[in-house]
């Protein structure tokens, strides 16, 4: 760069020099009688002086166009390792080194992108990220069940769109720097909403909402209150009889030859109460998911078999006729979740069946492994508006029938988790005035 400056510089000298020689000589040559002497010279020698401008104009781009034109080739995006001049050699250092920082930087950032994108897409929490005009700067695939997105060309804002209520004065007091919590129903599910200011540098910047689904959890404590109350109440009502029983007794008031019916009474109820513990304690067994159950050779058959044995005294009392067909059909299971599971099937297909009525249990194996364990009556069926609740605690479609005939509310819950256990599908068809046909189907298990 400097040889190149020199040489141009030299050429503007020389050219200054030739000039000012020039003047010199028209100065030199004064009085009247010069003067022609001065018109024929400077006419001779003035059209020089717009070609010397013209040349020194050129010259000077020319020069900067030399100069500047290594400079502008250079690319700051890819600068290399060399610099078009010895001057210039710390400037390209430094821009290779910001573009190594720069490009590092990016790098970062991305990296971090990717992992708060992969953390957002896969929660199942619904996620939020305003700013302080409550505009939408970030949101994930679970929050458009929450909020749906926009239409194209309108904005993303909390304010004016189907942002419901609860969730706008939840972010509009996160932005004053209050959290806030709350549980709303939307959709027919219920949520539970956080919504937390975002400082920076100590000042409220934004606000991060999320909403976590409690539907599951709701339910379920609607069920833990449910089966709480349903407890107290099926206990109470053997209890009650018991101490009206037993108080009369007591008293005195029951005459000698009564005491014996009076003392059945008190049996009846005391093993009502106690077949109704036992099917809450092996309830709460099928449902306790902390251990995993040990599993062994189990053959249906076998099963049915024995259960059919169990309800038989109860069957030959209306009567009802007991049929077992199919055959021998070995599962890996849990004995005794499957005994309650048969047992409690071929019990209510007694129980609610008619005087000269019939109850038919079919096992057996089809060419894909799977195995059909079917229960079905000829009874008096299941309305066709109770058959979806049928599997719930206590829930009864006669409660006035059933207690009648002494049962507790909790067989087919038991049928259910233990087909839940076993990995199995339930199936129910009933028609009413006809019969009940209950078929549970176990997957094909390898020898």
């Known amino acids: 760069m400097k040889q190149t400056v020199f040489r141009?510089?030299?050429?503007?000298?020389?050219?200054?020099?030739?000039?000012?020689?020039?003047?010199?000589?028209?100065?030199?040559?004064?009085g009247p009688k010069d003067t022609e002497f001065f018109t024929r010279e400077v006419q001779e020698t003035l059209w020089v002086l717009p070609a010397l401008v013209i040349v020194a104009i050129l010259a000077a781009y020319t020069m900067a166009w030399h100069v500047t034109d290594p400079i502008h080739r250079i690319d700051?995006?890819?600068?290399?390792?060399?610099?078009?001049?010895?001057?210039?050699?710390?400037?390209?250092?430094?821009?290779?080194?910001?573009?190594?920082?720069?490009?590092?930087?990016?790098?970062?950032?991305?990296?971090?992108?990717?992992?708060?994108?992969?953390?957002?897409?896969?929660?199942?929490?619904?996620?939020?990220?305003?700013d302080r005009r409550l505009n939408v700067l970030s949101r994930n695939v679970s929050a458009k069940y929450l909020l749906p997105a926009p239409e194209p060309g309108k904005p993303d804002n909390l304010v004016g769109g189907s942002c419901p209520t609860e969730i706008l004065h939840a972010a509009e007091n996160a932005l004053v720097g209050r959290r806030t919590e709350l549980t709303m129903s939307l959709h027919d599910r219920y949520y539970y909403i956080i919504a937390t200011p975002v400082f920076s540098e100590d000042q409220i910047t934004g606000a991060v909402i999320i909403a976590l689904d409690t539907t599951e959890r709701e339910e379920r404590e609607a069920l833990r209150r449910e089966f709480s109350a349903n407890v107290s109440h099926e206990l109470k009502t053997p209890l009650t009889s018991i101490?009206?029983?037993?108080?009369?007794?007591?008293?005195?008031?029951?005459?000698?030859?009564?005491?014996?019916?009076?003392?059945?009474?008190?049996?009846?109820?005391?093993?009502?109460?106690?077949?109704?513990?036992?099917?809450?304690?092996e309830l709460s067994r099928l449902e306790d998911e902390s251990e995993a159950p040990e599993m062994e050779p189990v053959d249906l058959y076998g099963l049915a078999e024995e259960a059919l044995e169990q309800v038989r005294p109860a069957a030959e009392k209306l009567p009802v006729t007991l049929s077992l067909k199919g055959e021998s059909a070995v599962i890996q299971g849990v004995r005794t979740a499957l005994k309650e599971m048969v047992v409690n099937l071929c019990d209510n297909a007694v129980k609610y069946n008619r005087p000269g009525g019939s109850v038919t249990v079919t096992v057996e194996k089809n060419d894909a492994g799977e195995t059909r364990l079917s229960v079905e009556d000829t009874g008096i069926g299941i309305p066709y508006e109770h058959q979806p609740r049928v599997f719930e605690r206590f829930y009864r479609v006669d409660k006035s029938h059933s207690r009648a005939l002494g049962g507790t509310g909790l067989g087919l819950s038991i049928v259910k988790h233990a087909t839940r256990m076993h990995k199995a599908r339930l199936e129910l068809w009933s028609e009413p005035d006809t019969g009940t046909r209950i078929t549970v189907r176990f997957p094909g298990q390898k020898a």
């Open 8 to 30: 141009w510089a030299l050429i503007l000298l020389i050219a200054a020099v030739f000039i000012t020689a020039l003047a010199a000589v028209l100065i030199t040559h004064p």
């Open 76 to 130: 700051p995006e890819q600068p290399g390792e060399t610099a078009p001049y010895e001057e210039l050699v710390p400037l390209m250092a430094r821009i290779r080194e910001q573009d190594r920082l720069i490009r590092q930087q990016t790098e970062t950032l991305g990296r971090a992108r990717r992992g708060f994108d992969a953390i957002t897409e896969n929660m199942s929490e619904s996620f939020l990220l305003v």
């Open 243 to 281: 101490v009206g029983f037993a108080e009369l007794l007591k008293d005195g008031m029951v005459p000698p030859e009564r005491a014996g019916e009076f003392g059945s009474d008190i049996y009846r109820e005391a093993q009502r109460m106690i077949s109704l513990v036992d099917d809450i304690i």
